[in-house]
Every structure is written in structure tokens, then in C-alpha cells.
């Protein structure tokens, strides 16, 4: 079983719908990264959270520690919004701790 | 404003032919420092981190080493290609992961054939 575990895998939406990808994790962790990854490969970092609730833009990102929890919304989706969402869990070292992703395809 | 840059963007090699691929960064001093590969349909997987000029953790025993000559220079090395190195390759950095980013290059393609 991996450390971190995302879902779901894949995820389709209609353009202008909701959309959560949930992310949990079995270690202790300092805190926890959202990363988006392009279709051509570029990775961006969305988020880092160390508790609570972050939002730019149309994304919000939450975490609850006790539950070793987080999730990322999309608010008012779009296809440019397609793209593979990765969460990363930081232990108590400078290394992340990646999940498997979360494949997200938003069709207008 | 800090970049980094990674170079070449893709490569086509042949098997046990040598491998560099140099990742450098600027506007910021003594970064942490990171080699990721992801192969086709996977996820992201660790291979090297540095802290400091000349310190290379090594997470996966492998045909690759990584080495840091200079504070903002990371070099990804290997003295012969295997097919199973083929992959997207990704340099990263980083100050402190529990308070801030990681930035990542735009990574370099690599083909071996």
C-alpha cells in the first residue's frame, strides 16, 4: 500500500462542474504539496498546506491533519483545467512523498 | 525571480551509450536539489537529492549518479544507457518543503533505443 493514495484515478467532467480529487496519506507529515502536471509534461506547484484551507483563484485546497487528509476543488471547470493532478506528502525529511495522480479531463 | 533550466529538452540515445543532463537555477543561493524520472503512464519517482555542494543522496540503486560542482549546477550522469531508463526526466528545487515550493525544470525526455 502506497504512503500516499489519490482518488479517483481518472476523472472526467463537463465543462462548468464541480470537481474534487481526494488525497490521503499513512505518514506523518510537516505538510503536503498539490501539483498540476501539463499534458506536455510541466509540473507547476498549486498548493502547500500545513492545515486548514488555501484558495487561488477557482481552486481551493484543504487538509485535515487529524483525518491525514486533503483534498483539491475545482470550482467552475474548464478544459484548460485538464491535466494531471498530483498531491505530495512532505515526512519529516526534504523529500516528498508523491501520490499516484489524478488524471482529470474537462470536456466543454 | 528564480528559474531553472534543464537542457537538452529531448533526447534520443542508444543503449550503453553515456548520458549528462545539467539542470541550473537561479535567483536564489544554496538550494535544495532534485532528480526525479517518470516513466511512460507513471508517477514521479526520486532518484537524487543534494543539500549542499558535493552531498548526493541516492534513493534508488540504478546505473545513474547525480553530482553538484557548483551551488546552483545539479548534473544527472550515467556511463552507460540502459533501455529502462527512458523516461521524463525532471530537476527540482527547493528551500524548505515543509514552508514553501518546489520548482520544478521543464524536464528532459530521454529515449533510449
Known amino acids: ?108 | 525571480s528564480q528559474t531553472i533550466h534543464q537542457w537538452p529538452a529531448t533526447l534520443v540515445q542508444p543503449v550503453g551509450s553515456p548520458l549528462s543532463l545539467e539542470c541550473t537555477v537561479e535567483g536564489t543561493s544554496n538550494p535544495n536539489l532534485y532528480w526525479y524520472r517518470q516513466a511512460a503512464g507513471r508517477g514521479l519517482q526520486l532518484l537524487f537529492y543534494s543539500v549542499g555542494i558535493g552531498q548526493i543522496s541516492s534513493e534508488v540503486p540504478q546505473n545513474l549518479s547525480a553530482s553538484r560542482p557548483q551551488d546552483r549546477q545539479f548534473i544527472l550522469s550515467s556511463k552507460k544507457l540502459l533501455l529502462s531508463d527512458s523516461g521524463f526526466y525532471l530537476c527540482a528545487w527547493s528551500v524548505n518543503l515543509a514552508l514553501g515550493t518546489q520548482y520544478f525544470g521543464p524536464g528532459t525526455r530521454l529515449t533510449v533505443l
Open chain 1, 1 to 108: 500500500k502506497n504512503e500516499v493514495e489519490q482518488s479517483p484515478q481518472n476523472l472526467t467532467a463537463q465543462e462548468g462542474e464541480f470537481i474534487t480529487i481526494n488525497c490521503s496519506y499513512s505518514v506523518g507529515i510537516s505538510a503536503l504539496h498539490w501539483l498540476q502536471q501539463h499534458p506536455g509534461g510541466g509540473i507547476v506547484s498549486l498548493f502547500m498546506l500545513s492545515s486548514g484551507k488555501k484558495k487561488h483563484g477557482r481552486l481551493i485546497a484543504t487538509i485535515n491533519i487529524q483525518e491525514k487528509h486533503s483534498s483539491l476543488h475545482i470550482t467552475a471547470s474548464h478544459p484548460r483545467d485538464s491535466a494531471v493532478y498530483i498531491c505530495a506528502a512532505v515526512p519529516n525529511t526534504d523529500k516528498l512523498i508523491f501520490g499516484t495522480g489524478t488524471r482529470l479531463q474537462v470536456f466543454p
